[in-house]
């Protein structure tokens, strides 16, 4: 999920951090990292920014948002196995990287169950289910009328293969019954503009990749995948409203820490984060980027990754999906 134009917030952020966070300390004397396997400018790293600086402008002690970008989150990860377990070195990471890639690749550098210490579920957001502009379907069940009604139709394209968004399709193809087949692009750019540009039928993203483009007409978003609508598109009905009760699907991101932080640090930094999530212009901050805030316990966030995990493990295993 990538909201490029979103960056500068963080610098506007920073002027209010100190109301939000008042009287807090950190759990660790000096720097603090916190790593993103992802891009500057992206959803991921933006929030993280937005997080440090609120934090930062209330306890006065330097946090930097490091960016280890690459193979889809999982060289941060590895990254913070690495780290000392002391509570400097931090993670922020969508679902993909601790539920996800386990569940997709066969050799991963890294174990989330023996590497990572949750700490704190930070936001969710919803996937956007879109055509182009032109598409006859106005709504779920016009699309799965069009894509039965003639063969090899129903194509949808995502930012990426073994993505949230890959998977979350298949998950619309098994409970519609139609043959859904996967077109992977390398970001969100190319998606939209063959989206866009009528190249493919229907696409898949986090709602924030989209809606801008659905507002000016380029494509038309018919469907959400949360338990209910997105303040971003209120006017937009989720599957479940469609008559798929079946097809929900919610990402999220998440901080963690390295395996072997002691329990008082992690406590420390979960209820600093939650405090600082929660904040009135943090947490506008956040809905605007297309998000719900949340602020869990460690147990909590613990907990939502073993629900997503067991949730997800068949839909990946009946996609037959290989990233060799």
């Given at each position: 999920?990538?909201?490029g134009?979103?960056a500068?917030?963080?610098?506007?952020?920073?002027?209010?951090?100190?109301?939000?966070?008042?009287h807090a300390?950190?759990?660790?004397?000096?720097?603090t990292?916190?790593?993103?396997g992802?891009?500057?400018?992206?959803?991921?790293?933006?929030?993280?920014r937005?997080?440090?600086?609120?934090?930062?402008?209330?306890?006065?002690?330097?946090i930097?948002?490091?960016n280890?970008?690459g193979?889809?989150?999982r060289?941060?990860?590895?990254?913070?196995?690495?780290?000392?377990?002391?509570?400097?070195?931090?993670l922020?990471?969508p679902?993909?990287?601790?539920v996800?890639?386990?569940?997709?690749f066969?050799?991963?550098?890294?174990?989330?169950a023996k590497d990572?210490?949750?700490?704190?579920?930070?936001?969710?957001?919803?996937?956007?289910f879109?055509?182009?502009?032109d598409?006859?379907?106005?709504?779920?069940?016009?699309?799965v009328?069009?894509?039965?009604?003639?063969p090899?139709?129903a194509s949808?394209?995502?930012?990426?293969?073994g993505?949230?968004a890959?998977?979350?399709?298949?998950?619309?193809?098994?409970?519609?019954?139609?043959?859904?087949?996967?077109v992977?692009?390398?970001?969100?750019?190319?998606?939209?503009?063959?989206?866009?540009?009528?190249?493919?039928p229907?696409?898949?993203?986090?709602?924030?990749?989209?809606?801008?483009?659905?507002?000016?007409?380029?494509?038309?978003?018919?469907?959400?995948?949360?338990?209910?609508?997105?303040p971003?598109?209120p006017?937009?009905?989720t599957?479940?409203?469609q008559?798929?009760?079946?097809?929900?699907?919610?990402?999220?991101i998440?901080?963690y820490?390295?395996?072997?932080?002691?329990?008082?640090?992690?406590?420390?930094?979960?209820?600093?984060i939650?405090?600082?999530?929660?904040?009135?212009?943090?947490?506008e901050?956040?809905?605007?980027?297309g998000?719900?805030?949340t602020?869990?316990?460690p147990?909590e966030?613990?907990?939502?990754?073993?629900?997503?995990?067991?949730?997800?493990?068949?839909?990946i295993k009946?996609?037959?999906?290989?990233?060799?």
């Amino acid at each position: 999920m990538r909201i490029g134009w979103l960056a500068g917030s963080v610098i506007a952020a920073s002027l209010a951090a100190a109301s939000g966070a008042a009287h807090a300390q950190l759990p660790v004397k000096g720097p603090t990292r916190i790593l993103v396997g992802f891009a500057a400018g992206g959803t991921t790293d933006v929030v993280a920014r937005l997080i440090a600086d609120h934090i930062k402008g209330a306890v006065g002690q330097p946090i930097v948002v490091e960016n280890r970008a690459g193979a889809g989150g999982r060289i941060a990860a590895e990254a913070l196995k690495g780290a000392a377990p002391d509570g400097s070195t931090l993670l922020l990471a969508p679902m993909v990287v601790p539920v996800l890639a386990p569940l997709v690749f066969k050799q991963l550098n890294y174990d989330p169950a023996k590497d990572f210490a949750p700490v704190a579920h930070v936001a969710n957001f919803q996937l956007a289910f879109a055509v182009r502009a032109d598409h006859p379907a106005r709504g779920v069940p016009e699309f799965v009328a069009w894509a039965k009604s003639g063969p090899a139709r129903a194509s949808f394209g995502t930012p990426a293969s073994g993505s949230q968004a890959h998977f979350f399709g298949v998950l619309v193809g098994q409970t519609t019954g139609i043959d859904m087949v996967h077109v992977p692009y390398k970001g969100i750019a190319p998606l939209a503009i063959d989206l866009a540009g009528g190249q493919i039928p229907a696409g898949i993203s986090a709602l924030s990749d989209l809606t801008e483009m659905h507002r000016a007409g380029r494509l038309r978003i018919i469907a959400t995948s949360g338990a209910r609508r997105s303040p971003l598109l209120p006017a937009v009905p989720t599957f479940r409203e469609q008559g798929f009760p079946a097809i929900e699907g919610t990402g999220w991101i998440a901080f963690y820490a390295p395996a072997g932080t002691p329990k008082a640090v992690i406590d420390q930094w979960s209820a600093l984060i939650v405090k600082t999530v929660q904040a009135v212009e943090l947490r506008e901050r956040l809905i605007h980027l297309g998000l719900e805030p949340t602020g869990t316990t460690p147990e909590e966030l613990a907990a939502i990754m073993a629900a997503d995990t067991a949730r997800w493990r068949p839909i990946i295993k009946a996609s037959g999906f290989s990233p060799d």
